[in-house]
């Protein structure tokens, strides 16, 4: 899907009658009794004072359609009441997964713009099918710790519809995770400010009027290129050392900016060890890193950098697939086992 897409997406979902069945879910449709109203008992003037102090006075610039309206509310609310965020005002991006936002920040942050990732509603979302990326990783809740209630783990196992929204919220809590590990290792990510059930807050790349240019879209001299991939080779090398692989790392998912570079993108991170597909995703990062820069002019060998990189890590290059992973089922998996016997 492309941006308009996206955009023709939320207006449909804006006209279409689910959208008010969604945003009058709970609600009781007001019925003329001819009686006064009922007052407010204590606890709902409490809830009512605090509503009117905080989310319902979160307006935005961005004009948004109606269903995007009710989703950015939905998902940027809590932001907003923590004053991480004081105004929606542009939309970046609209994506497959998520779309990004540009944002005023709050009086809690010390920054001239700040991005907000919000990512589609679960039921909504075209899910990425997560399941290579998820092997040996631990899922993760809203607040970012590990999951391990029994509960919460079978709901998961069982694909119930409670655990895909534990697995939908596990994707965004890997993502933030990761760029906060990865900030404080100093590897080129934008700075991570806040998490929440369905979006991250993190420093905006760019200036008023201009959202930071993904490499991909950007011709540099031969110089500027060379400096950028020594760069980008680095963050690789910082971040194998921490233990992740981006696991969807090419020139899309790298923003330049006065001369700098800033990786985004980090739901799918992989962790070299636990994943039996480690070395495969690794070597695709790097293949694709390596595509974007011989397109500028440096000489860089895909196959040699990722083997280097990953044996300088003490990791293995693994030329058989442990069986276990492999699916009997799946004639390519049978092929591949009958060839390693
Ligand atoms: N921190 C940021 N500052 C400015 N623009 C951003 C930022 N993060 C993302 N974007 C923009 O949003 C787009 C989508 O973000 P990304 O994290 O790559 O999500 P997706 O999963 O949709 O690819 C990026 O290509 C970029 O144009
Ligand atoms: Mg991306």
Redesign the pocket.
């Given at each position: 899907m492309n941006t308009n897409d996206t955009i023709d997406f939320f207006d449909e979902l804006d006209n279409d009658e689910q959208t008010d069945k969604v945003l009058n879910a709970g609600k009781r449709p007001p019925r003329n009794t001819g009686k006064h109203p009922k007052k407010l008992s204590m606890s709902d003037r409490k809830f009512v004072h605090q509503q009117d102090d905080s989310r319902s006075n979160f307006k935005f610039t961005y004009k948004a359609a109606r269903f995007e309206e009710w989703w950015l509310l939905d998902s940027l609310g809590s932001f907003y009441e923590h004053k991480w965020i004081a105004d929606v005002l542009k939309r970046?991006?609209?994506?497959?997964?998520?779309?990004?936002y540009?944002c005023q920040p709050g009086a809690e942050v010390d920054a001239s713009?700040?991005?907000a990732?919000v990512y589609r509603p679960r039921s909504l979302r075209n899910l990425?099918n997560d399941a290579e990326y998820r092997v040996g990783r631990i899922d993760l809740g809203e607040d970012g710790n590990a999951l391990v209630k029994k509960a919460e783990v079978h709901a998961i196992a069982k694909r119930t519809s409670y655990g895909e929204e534990l697995r939908h919220q596990s994707w965004i809590a890997h993502?933030f995770k990761t760029m906060e590990a990865l900030y404080m290792a100093g590897v080129d990510v934008?700075k991570p400010y806040a998490m929440e059930k369905n979006a991250i807050l993190?420093?905006?790349?760019?200036d008023i009027g201009t959202?930071?240019?993904?490499l991909n879209s950007v011709a540099l001299d031969l110089d500027e290129a060379t400096a950028l991939y020594e760069r980008t080779v680095r963050n690789i090398d910082i971040m194998l050392t921490h233990n992740r692989i981006h696991g969807?790392l090419s020139a899309?998912?790298i923003?330049y900016?006065e001369g700098d570079i800033?990786l985004?993108?980090?739901?799918q991170v992989v962790l070299p060890e636990s994943n039996p597909s480690s070395w495969m995703i690794f070597q695709r990062d790097v293949t694709r890193v390596c595509q974007y820069f011989s397109t500028q002019g440096v000489a860089c060998n895909a196959k040699e950098l990722a083997a280097d990189l990953w044996t300088s890590h003490g990791h293995k290059i693994f030329k058989e697939v442990d069986p276990k992973f492999l699916d009997p089922e799946k004639p390519e998996d049978r092929r591949a086992w009958e060839k390693q016997k």
């Open positions: 970046v991006k609209g994506g497959k997964e998520a779309s990004v540009q713009f700040v991005a990732k990425k993502e934008p993190m420093e905006f790349v760019g959202a930071a240019p993904s969807d899309y998912n923003l900016w800033k985004i993108d980090f739901p």
